[in-house]
């Protein structure tokens, strides 16, 4: 190059060129994905990389970030891969990843059988159709429908009222649980 341009300069020089400490020197280097060419023990920018440089580095003096630079020239700043894309998926977009992701995991959300609220008056219907049919219930089926430990139910005796229902022992079931015969408290 006759014209006095510099040819190549070596990295180490640009700490001074810019004022700016090695490791801001080389974080402009990666921003800009500039591979600096080795020669020997030393690294060198070519002219061509210089000006993108000091590109940058004037657009930063007046104001501006890397980041608006990049953008402004047009390039995308790279992310890291995710783990699970290290698998040969490395060609597709992880912004499309994402979105294909979301858009399944909503399927299958919508897909799956969703539990209905348990109905919290469930317990009296059954209650009702065994005093209607004269079921006997065991302390485990009646501790389930009143929501009670079996010991509190064991415990309370001969007969007890509860949820307007009068609960009495008549018996015991084949298992050898005790037997309840329910019937309205008010019929």
Not at 7 to 35: C, G, M, W
Request: charged share 25%.
């Amino acid at each position: 190059m006759s014209n006095g341009e510099i040819d190549r300069l070596p990295v180490n020089q640009l700490t001074e060129r810019y004022n700016l400490v090695r490791s801001a020197v080389y974080n402009r280097l990666e921003a800009l994905k500039i591979k600096p060419e080795r020669i020997g023990n030393r690294a060198y920018v070519n002219a061509k990389q210089l000006r993108f440089l000091d590109e940058l580095h004037q657009f930063i003096q007046s104001g501006g970030t890397t980041a608006e630079f990049l953008e402004m020239k047009g390039i995308a700043k790279e992310e890291p891969e995710p783990p699970e894309m290290s698998s040969g998926l490395s060609t597709v977009q992880p912004d499309i990843i994402k979105l294909v992701t979301m858009i399944a995991s909503e399927l299958v959300s919508k897909l799956q059988p969703s539990s209905p609220e348990p109905d919290p008056l469930a317990y009296f219907e059954a209650l009702e159709q065994a005093a209607r049919n004269g079921w006997l219930l065991s302390t485990a089926e009646l501790a389930y429908l009143l929501d009670l430990p079996p010991l509190t139910i064991r415990q309370s005796g001969d007969r007890f009222c509860e949820a307007g229902f009068v609960f009495t022992h008549a018996g015991f079931r084949a298992d050898g649980d005790l037997a309840w015969r329910v019937s309205k408290l008010y019929n």
